[in-house]
């Protein structure tokens, strides 16, 4: 190694150190591979994978169950939910769905889940130490996105096809609101205080702000790239920070996370990531946000404070979902 | 409502097959009144059986003032058209009125929830002046919606016989091009892609391969000129030779006999020999009569495209992009069989109306009509980008897949065909060329 190429190493060395968190902060992030029937781990201070998991058919939504010790995945053409091992990577068991389940999401006590499950307009709850179907709840045509309130009072799903945000009262489990958003809603996220549900439209190519309160969409965020066509920006993936300031959008094959200040409701950037990016998902400290990018089958990585991509890591084929939990 | 357990399971049963069905008014009617079973149900009403998956919630809305918004169907049975020379191409009885009844069941889902009813009335003949005169007579009982699937002079027909009412006519099925040119009418909207755009979706992705000098055979058919006119267009605009045109005299005889390749394999080598040199085959035959003879026939090793091999289309049951997979499901469930492309195209028109209707909150044609021909306007129809009607012509933008008789090879617009509005616009006739003077300017 000559001194150029040494110096140039020491500062890159620098640089992850900078951006990786110490130890006590390194997490794995579990990635859905779509197309390949895989989990790819990933060490988020390394920045690399570490480790693959085999899955069921066409792994897509993710999350962390059980205080962090198991990761569900959605196997879709399975019609079934797969519990891994979040250490060990091991296989535990099966949960019940409906056809299609397509993204599961948790009460905030922890149990049960809702799913939705795109093949038959349900979205149905499960309890997932004792693997049973608790209710299905009828919903419109291709349930897909799913966000709850962060007292767990309220469950929002979307449906892709009927255009709606169903607010469903977790208590009773009915559906006690039904809101209209522009065309083909993906996902539904919370702000951290309650107030708002955010749902991106991907081919309205808009995200809807519904206030909770009023059940009426207080605003409309529209997009704007130059160079990109609009019919190109298809809001995906919806991400807000726990202190409610940022929220991130991922703008499907625009190639493009736009990161909106959500007391403006403004967009204040976009970052250039992988191709066609699907989902987004933080790091539990915050500091790192990671993009699925279905068709270059990579996921970026986002320096969160600095607002940077810092790296693209190749995962398996169709990246779907992203989810992270301490090791 | 309170059920007790046994009622709950039978219920979800009844809500499945009510929903399989497309039966939403019969749902509302059970859900509503709270009433058991009707006997109706015949077996379904049998005790809960073991697969019975968990009571479904109840989420029906009263039945107070519910928009009713009924939608025809109006057929021209075709007698005159020959059998396709697969058996895997003859068209099923309900080829398209599949697609009706999936719409409206989509529609009626949304619906449920917006107290509004879509319902669907079928209307069919092999008499044209007949069919033009019962669509007439329902538009002047008050229907708005009328999809057509039938030949361009009898969709023109209608559309001149209701042309002072609030009443508008989907093109479903005809890709004439004097439809939407022309002979444009302004209460005409096309679902349907016309020839240009499907020979412009062709021949970009031809030009993407680089495969520029085509060797065309043209069918005896008028319409075979016709989608040969549009490929010559096609090929002019994106930069490809026609390097030798040849017309192919057909005489059908029986279809179904036994054998016949053995001539097949003797003629089509024949046909296709001394060429000059030639990068793909291109063919002109859309009554599919001697088109899927040539694959693998041709004197020369060259690719079919046109109607034949490699053709363009606005569906085809193996696509599963863009959440194709469940519309496919949904379809196959209700129909027992696959998609095909007048299926999906009537599924788009009745979609709109059903779009419409949910955006605007009303079933006042008066509003929707116009609504429909906005720039607000947008129809998601599994092709991964919104959809549109041009405002010249009253015709659906969209992708269009080209495909093999298994699965989708590419979708065009392809990449790099650019375009100052949308990339769609670069398929079929453009604002600038448009011969349409009925739409506002």
């Known amino acids: ?327 | 409502m309170a059920y007790h357990a046994g009622q709950v399971v039978r219920l979800a049963r009844a809500f499945r097959v009510l929903v399989r069905a497309g039966l939403w008014s019969a749902l509302f009617a059970l859900l509503a009144a709270g009433a058991a079973l009707p006997k109706a149900m015949g077996e379904e009403t049998e005790p809960a059986a073991a697969e019975a998956p968990a009571a479904v919630a109840d989420n029906a809305v009263p039945a107070a003032d519910v928009q009713r918004i009924p939608i025809l169907l109006a057929r021209e049975i075709r007698e005159d058209r020959l059998p396709p020379l697969s058996l895997l191409d003859i068209p099923p009885p309900d080829d398209g009125v599949a697609g009706a009844k999936l719409a409206i069941a989509d529609n009626n889902t949304t619906g449920k929830f917006l107290n509004q009813e879509f319902s669907l009335d079928i209307v069919q003949s092999a008499k044209a002046d007949e069919l033009v005169a019962e669509v007439k007579r329902r538009v002047d009982e008050g229907l708005a919606f009328i999809v057509v699937d039938a030949a361009a002079p009898t969709i023109l027909a209608i559309a001149d016989a209701i042309k002072d009412r609030e009443a508008v006519v989907f093109n479903a099925s005809a890709p004439d091009e004097n439809l939407r040119e022309e002979d444009c009418r302004v209460n005409v909207k096309h679902t349907a892609p016309s020839r240009y755009m499907l020979t412009d979706a062709l021949a970009q992705y031809l030009a993407w391969k680089q495969w520029r000098r085509w060797f065309l055979v043209v069918g005896p058919a008028p319409e075979d000129t016709a989608f040969a006119d549009a490929l010559k267009r096609a090929a002019s605009r994106f930069g490809h030779k026609i390097v030798e045109e040849r017309a192919f005299a057909y005489d059908p005889g029986s279809r179904r006999s036994d054998g016949g390749f053995e001539q097949i394999q003797q003629q089509i080598p024949g046909f296709t020999q001394k060429v000059p040199d030639y990068q793909v085959a291109v063919v002109s035959d859309e009554g599919d009569l001697f088109g899927d003879y040539f694959p693998y026939r041709t004197w020369d090793a060259r690719p079919v495209v046109g109607t034949a091999g490699l053709y363009a289309t606005s569906w085809h049951p193996a696509v599963e992009l863009w959440g194709g997979t469940q519309f496919q499901n949904r379809f196959k469930r209700l129909a027992g069989r696959n998609m095909r492309p007048l299926d999906y195209n009537v599924w788009m028109a009745v979609r709109s109306v059903g779009e419409a209707a949910t955006r605007k909150k009303t079933n006042d044609p008066k509003e929707l009509i116009p609504y429909l021909q906005s720039p607000e306007f947008e129809l998601a129809a599994f092709k991964g980008q919104k959809l549109t009607y041009r405002s010249w012509n009253g015709q659906l933008r969209q992708p269009i897949l080209l495909v093999t008789a298994k699965i989708h090879v590419t979708l065009s617009p392809q990449p790099g065909f650019l375009h100052q509005f949308t990339e769609l616009d670069t398929l079929g006739v453009d604002k600038p060329e448009t011969k349409c003077k009925a739409f506002p300017k």
């Open chain 1, 1 to 327: 190694m000559n001194k150029k190429t040494l110096a140039l190493a020491q500062v890159a060395a620098i640089s992850v150190f900078m951006l990786g968190a110490p130890s006590a902060h390194a997490y794995r992030v579990f990635v859905s591979n779509e197309k390949e029937n895989t989990i790819s781990v990933i060490d988020s201070e390394k920045l690399e994978v570490i480790h693959t998991i085999k899955t069921g058919n066409r792994p897509r939504g993710i999350i962390m169950a059980n205080e962090g010790k198991w990761v569900i995945v959605c196997a879709s053409d399975d019609n079934t939910m797969q519990v891994f091992d979040a250490k060990t990577y091991e296989y535990v068991k099966d949960l019940p769905s409906g056809p299609d389940p397509e993204l599961p999401i948790l009460h905030t006590s922890g149990n049960p889940l809702y799913v939705s499950n795109e093949d038959d307009n349900l979205v149905t709850v499960v309890d997932i130490f004792k693997g049973t179907v608790l209710l299905d709840v009828p919903v419109g045509v291709e349930p897909e996105g799913m966000g709850i309130s962060p007292d767990g009072k309220v469950l929002v799903n979307t449906s892709e096809t009927t255009n709606m945000a169903h607010f469903i009262d977790t208590s009773t489990l009915k559906t006690t609101e039904n809101v209209l958003v522009d065309n083909r809603p993906r996902v539904a996220q919370f702000t951290p205080d309650g107030k708002q549900v955010w749902v991106s439209a991907e081919i309205g190519g808009s995200v809807s702000i519904i206030d909770v309160a009023t059940h009426k969409v207080s605003n409309k965020i529209k997009f704007e790239i130059a160079g990109i066509t609009a019919d190109a920006i298809q809001p995906m993936g919806v991400r807000i920070t726990k202190d409610g300031k940022k929220a991130f959008v991922a703008l499907g094959p625009a190639n493009r996370v736009a990161v909106i200040d959500t007391a403006t409701q403004k967009v204040e950037k976009y970052l250039l990531v992988g191709q066609r990016v699907w989902n987004l998902g933080f790091t539990p400290d915050e500091k790192l946000l990671f993009t699925t990018n279905g068709t270059s089958n990579d996921v970026s990585v986002i320096d969160v404070e600095n607002l940077k991509v810092v790296k693209s890591i190749k995962v398996g084929r169709y990246p779907w979902g992203v989810v992270s939990a301490p090791f």
